[in-house]
Every structure is written in C-alpha cells, then in structure tokens.
C-alpha cells in the first residue's frame, strides 16, 4: 500500500494528463465522423423510370427510348460536312449538308452564303440568288455574297439587278478587279459597250497591277469585243 501510495505522488501530474487525453481523442473521433457526414451528399432513391424522365426533359438530345444520346450532328458537324464536300466538288452533297444545318438553325448566314455558292457551281441560279439574298439579310456587309449573286444573276440575264450588285461591290472597293470585269461583262450584254469598256480597261489595269498576266490578257479580248461591238 505504502508502495502504492509512493507511486500515486509521484505519477499524479502524468495521470491528470491521461483522462485529458482521452478526452481530447474522444473529441477528435466524434468531430471526424461529423465531417465525413457533411462531406457525403445526402442519396435519395428515385421512383422506377424518375431519373429517365428527368434526363429526357433536360436534354434534347436524348433518345427517350434507350436514354442514351443521340447520333444527331450539331448545326457546326453539318456545316463542316458540307465545306468538305465542296472542297472535292460535291456541289450536291453539300447543298445536302448544308440544307440539314439550316433545317436545325434557319439564320445561319455561313449555311447560306456557301449553299448559294454550291448551287451556283450547279448552274440553279435562281436557288443560289434566293439564298444568297438570305445571306445578306442577316450579313449585309459580305461583299462576295454580292459578287457571287451579281454573277449568278448575269448567268440567268438580269443584267440590271448584277450591274447593281457589282456596282455594290465596286463601291465599297474601289480596287475589284472581278467585280469590274463582270460589271464591264454585263454592260457589253445589256447593250452598252460604251460602259463596258470602261470597266473593262479598269480591270485589266488592276490585274496588270496584280499580276495576274492571264486574267489581263482575258480582259484585253473582251475590250477588242466590246469596241467591236461599238463601232457597229
């Protein structure tokens, strides 16, 4: 006992420490399991077939059959399908895509303005002016789409409505070389060679200035027959 007693005087700081440890250990276990309680989210079960109406309302692209998404090409897949069937000449199989990315988003003016300029290589004019004027009625500042309409409405003789447009062209760049040679071109049709020669003495000076030697030389013949035709 006495040996006892020794021992309790002589250990009685380290065992005030040892409940307090216990404690603190105790206060640390139960802090632990409170965070990974509030870490965890809290998991409901839904009703048969809730989760698969919920992703079918909140997604459009959803096939409510199998809940998986669908194989539908985005407006942006279609448009890029369709520069790439017109980069190897399938003026008809891009019209196709280009017709599919316009059936999803109607205001697509790049949609437009190159499906115009593939059913102009297909020589269907009046579906090409259609869409390029549709193009400009969203983008009215794209000076080719009114370069390709004024050559598009040339190649089906509205000889006046493609003087205009290459005149729109021609004003707001003074320098179009192709915009003066097709506007000299349409006034030697429409019966004016006067005006024709002017434009076209025009556009060869600028593609002399370009060097582009072949188009001036295709120019030149052209000035020969529009003087041809004014001496008449």
Do not use: C, W
Request: hydrophobic share 40%.
């Amino acid at each position: 006992m006495k040996n006892l007693a020794n021992f309790i005087v002589q250990n009685r700081q380290s065992l005030r420490i040892v409940p307090l440890s216990l404690a603190v250990l105790g206060t640390v276990a139960i802090g632990s399991r409170a965070l990974r309680a509030q870490s965890l989210p809290a998991i409901s079960s839904p009703a048969v077939g809730e989760q698969v109406r919920s992703n079918t309302n909140n997604s459009p692209n959803v096939d409510t059959k199998t809940s998986q998404p669908s194989s539908q090409p985005s407006v942006t897949e279609t448009v890029r399908l369709g520069d790439d069937r017109y980069a190897q000449a399938d003026y008809k199989g891009a019209v196709e895509a280009y017709s599919q990315a316009l059936q999803a988003y109607k205001l697509n003016a790049y949609a437009l303005y190159n499906r115009a300029n593939a059913y102009r290589q297909l020589e269907e004019y009046e579906s090409a002016i259609a869409d390029y004027t549709a193009a400009l009625q969203i983008a009215p500042d794209n000076l080719f789409a009114y370069l390709y309409r004024g050559i598009a409405l040339y190649e089906s003789q509205q000889l006046e409505a493609a003087i205009a447009d290459f005149s729109k062209v021609i004003e707001q760049n003074p320098s179009h070389a192709l915009a003066f040679q097709k506007r000299g071109e349409s006034h030697l049709a429409f019966g004016n060679p006067t005006a024709a020669i002017q434009d076209l003495e025009q556009a060869a000076t600028l593609y002399e200035k370009e060097e582009k030697f072949r188009k001036h030389s295709q120019v030149q013949k052209q000035i020969k027959q529009a003087k041809s035709a004014q001496s008449k």
